[in-house]
């Protein structure tokens, strides 16, 4: 294998590592095969266009055409003409894909469905990826640059995974780019020689003829071991470091929420859960995230709480920065919890699905007991367990002991003020906080007495009386903005109710903070109860002295209403609750409701309801103007053109050298730089063509076909492998075709004929064409087509190096025309002088 075939494997193999860290997202994972075989054929059509050879531009156009081409056949076929040549429709079957693919990764939760939106974006940036690795390390030849899209690609991976990217996948696109480096590395010492001279002792010396064994393509172990040697030591260190030193954890490799430190010390890093609590609720199937026993006979208030969102800064609500601890045999007691109100306490054992992995550990609040293994801290502000080093919720089994709270109304509305301090930290809204938002929690509790009532006013106005719908697809903004907004429009889902009633009790002065977590879930017909993804959920929380952190519900058609926030409803403790009811109410609508968009991506995913007064499928379209038609023909034509130039220009070359006919237009010399073309040195050996001295000798015109012929046989032999040399006469020359060709009989006289026709039309005093050496050269060509094997008769038909000719040209007359448009005219004015002063010398 060649270096640079070498090279186009390892920047393919490299690419396809790096992106392997994209596994985890989707599943199944049937794409990565997709994007593999694509990749395969565009790193293959750049190793054709290198071979041919095209310009380092064209060969990246090129291969971006057959990417186009291929992800129109695998996207947007139907689009396509004839199913391949992309039009105006491809582009917007492909916009609007990718437009689904952005929508459905901020919707989905991880892994995701591999929608076609998600399997374009995931393909396609495989393939753009590899494109620019194989661009800059085979085409540019440096590879050093391509690990910056190689990082990229690994960077986004590890951005969307549930807490970084895995260790596996850093070492396995570390050891895709080492391996892209070693090859270049391997190429460029190849192309040096050997440059480790000395032999070991007791080895025998090495002829001259093997001592540059290496650059002919040899490997040249000794730095190749000290390459592998260097890259392994670094990758090493790239992956032991990071373990080692808990200040570098929190990178790529990182999960996103970890306590550090062995003992009581380290913090809870601040993320924000919203777009995956949203993910969750868009899911377009409810799949189970866990499920549990209790010993509780009514599980309406028993919320599953991940996290507690205690900090508002005005653009989003999340947990702030705690110490955490090891998880203690009995957690303390709830803060503010009075003895005069009814607890029960009760058992729960959870078991997690084996593909949600989450940070922090769902639990019954108040829990007062947990078991479970693993490497877990406690939070004790937030009575929250989060992971440490990379721990989750995967596959988990755990006991919860907890308590369950059931106050009165009379309780909480003779509830004493919070302490001091707590009421400072939890009743904080940033200076931006919209002045709409205060003005409407006073408007909303303006003849309340008591917090209690305040909130139960907050509460009723949200999910009963204040015109507010229920709404997943609204857009999860967190800051003041979206608040303002949210009371506005009155449409959002959970997040938007939790936040707006927090912030506004705050306002009141109440101590509020925003829990996640899920709903009781729904009870099965073996006694266990199980929670999907859309039992997804988020609630205020607010303090009351006496009673603690509690629950209030203001989510229309979530979750249960407490007790003691009912109007008509005694409170009188546990002896005289109700019956459990499901906690996902039927009054969520199956379908969409008429206030949501039927989009593309719902469209794809089955039939959705669209209002009477509107067309799905947009306005009506008017067609394609002439002119856009015309361009798409071009565009098509030359798309198809594109490849099979090279065998027209061939076939164009032959035909004009074989079958030439009258001279052109301008005499003998235009008719010899019509049949030979520029740069042809071993055409015009020995001075060149004979000069006319006056007329047209009929000889001249024979002269230039018989250079013609030559000049095609020389162009066959390339064709079959025969690099020509301009340094060997004709004789030589056609000797060299003969042997190498493995030329015999006819179709070796015939070579031999054409370069002494050649030798005499050049050095004799009396040039005398002989006639037909267009069928000598069909001879020649006839020999090297039967002695060569299919491969090379192929190649020669279909991509003949030759062409390369064509390229030459093309290169030396734009040079020509730059330097006239460069030259200064005084200088051109001088040249003109100087070429008729010469002129007029040379004539008699």
């Known amino acids: 294998m060649s270096g ?13 590592c790096a992106s392997s860290a994209l596994l985890p997202l989707v599943e199944p994972v049937g794409w990565m095969m997709q994007a593999a075989v694509l ?25 971006a055409v057959v990417a186009l081409l291929l992800l129109t056949v695998l996207f947007a076929h139907d689009e396509a003409t004839a199913g391949v040549l992309p039009g105006p429709d491809v582009f917007r079957e492909l916009g609007e894909l990718a437009q689904e693919g952005v929508a459905d990764v901020s919707r989905y939760a991880i892994p995701a469905p591999v929608t076609a939106g998600i399997r374009l974006l995931m393909v396609g940036g495989v393939l753009l990826v590899g494109l620019v690795v194989d661009t800059l390390a085979v085409t540019y030849r440096s590879a050093a640059p391509a690990g910056l899209p190689l990082l990229a690609l690994y960077s986004v991976a590890a951005g969307l995974s549930q807490g970084g990217a895995g260790w596996l996948w850093f070492l396995v696109a570390g050891a895709g780019y080492l391996l892209l480096l070693l090859a270049e590395g ?11 001279g000395g032999r070991s002792p007791g080895r025998p010396p090495v002829a001259d003829g093997q001592r540059y064994a290496s650059a002919a393509g040899g490997p040249a172990h000794a730095p190749v071991r000290t390459g592998r040697r260097i890259g392994a030591l670094v990758l090493g260190v790239s992956l032991v470091v990071p373990a080692v030193l808990p200040s570098l954890g929190g990178g790529l490799l990182g999960p996103a929420v970890a306590g550090r430190g062995p003992g009581g010390g380290g913090t809870i890093s601040a993320v924000n859960p919203l777009v995956s609590l949203q993910n969750s609720l868009n899911q377009p199937e409810d799949r189970q995230v866990l499920n549990y026993r209790t010993t509780s006979s009514d599980t309406r208030d028993l919320y599953l709480r991940i996290v507690a969102l205690d900090q508002f800064d005005g653009t989003a609500w999340k947990p702030s920065e705690r110490s955490v601890k090891d998880v203690p045999d009995r957690l303390p007691d709830p803060a503010g919890l009075s003895p005069e109100v009814d607890v029960t306490a009760v058992n729960t054992s959870i078991s997690t699905a084996p593909w949600y992995a989450q940070n922090w550990l769902p639990l019954p609040y108040p829990a007062s007991r947990v078991d479970i293994g693993g490497r877990w801290r406690f ?6 367990l989060v992971g440490d080093r990379g721990q989750n919720t995967r596959g988990a089994q755990y006991q919860v002991e907890s308590l369950l709270v059931r106050p009165t109304a009379r309780q909480l509305d003779a509830s004493p003020a919070p302490p001091a301090e707590l009421t400072r930290e939890y009743t904080k809204v940033p200076d931006s906080l919209p002045p709409v938002v205060r003005e409407t929690a006073r408007q909303v509790t303006r003849d309340a007495r008591t917090a209690y009532d305040k909130a139960v006013r907050l509460q009723d106005w949200f999910s009963l009386n204040g015109g507010f719908t229920y709404n997943t697809e609204v857009r999860a903004g967190s800051g003041t903005e979206a608040i303002s907004r949210f009371l506005e429009q009155k449409e ?18 109440i101590p509020a903070r925003v829990a996640v977590g899920f709903t009781p879930g729904t009870r099965q017909s073996d006694g266990s109860t199980s929670v999907g993804l859309k039992d997804a959920h988020a609630w205020p929380e607010l303090y009351f002295e006496g009673v603690g952190w509690t629950r209030f519900e203001p989510t229309p058609s979530r979750g249960t209403p407490p007790d003691y926030t009912l109007a008509d409803t005694p409170s009188t403790g546990g002896t005289n609750a109700p019956a459990p009811q499901p906690s996902r109410s039927a009054a969520v609508p199956a379908g969409p409701s008429p206030s949501q968009s039927c989009a593309p991506a719902e469209r794809r995913l089955g039939p959705c ?21 015309t361009a798409l023909s071009v565009g098509a034509l030359v798309l198809l053109l594109v490849p099979v130039l090279p065998l027209l220009w061939r076939m164009r070359a032959r035909s004009r050298r074989l079958h030439g006919g009258r001279p052109a237009r301008g005499g003998p010399a235009r008719t010899l730089a019509a049949d030979v073309e520029p740069g042809d040195s071993a055409a015009w050996h020995s001075g060149g063509p004979p000069q006319s001295q006056g007329g047209v000798h009929p000889g001249q015109f024979g002269t230039a076909r018989t250079l013609a012929a030559w000049r095609e046989l020389v162009d066959s032999g390339w064709d079959y492998g025969i690099l020509p040399d301009d340094s060997l006469t004709p004789r030589k020359a056609a000797e060299r075709i003969v042997r190498i060709g493995e030329l015999h009989g006819t ?10 026709s050649v030798e005499q039309v050049l050095y004799a005093p009396d040039p005398r064409p002989e006639p037909g050496l267009a069928d000598e050269v069909r001879r020649v060509r006839t020999g090297l087509r039967d002695a060569a094997s299919r491969r090379l008769r192929l190649r020669a038909l279909l991509a003949p190096r030759s062409a390369a000719r064509a390229l030459w040209a093309l290169s030396s007359r734009w040079s020509a025309f730059v330097t006239r448009c460069t030259a200064s005219p005084p200088a051109t004015a001088v040249r003109r002088v100087a070429g008729a002063v010469g002129l007029s010398r040379g004539r008699p």
Not at 4 to 16: D, E, N, P, Q
Not at 379 to 384: I, Q, V
């Open 747 to 756: 179709a070796a006289d015939a070579a031999h004929r054409v370069a002494a």
């Open 379 to 384: 939070e004790p502000e937030g009575r929250t």
């Open 492 to 509: 959002g889902f959970c997040v938007h109710f939790a936040f707006s009633m927090a912030a506004m009790a705050r306002t009141l002065g």
């Open 186 to 196: 391997r190429d460029r010492l190849s192309q040096w020689g050997r440059v480790f």
């Open 4 to 16: 640079r075939a070498r090279l186009t494997v390892c920047a393919a193999v490299a690419t396809l």
């Open 39 to 63: 990749l395969v054929v565009v790193s293959g059509a750049g190793a054709l266009a290198r071979r041919v050879p095209l310009a380092r531009p064209l060969t990246v156009v090129a291969q």
């Open 609 to 629: 309801w669209t209002p009477p007064a509107q067309s799905a499928s947009g306005p009506a379209d008017d067609g394609l103007s002439p002119w856009a038609v």
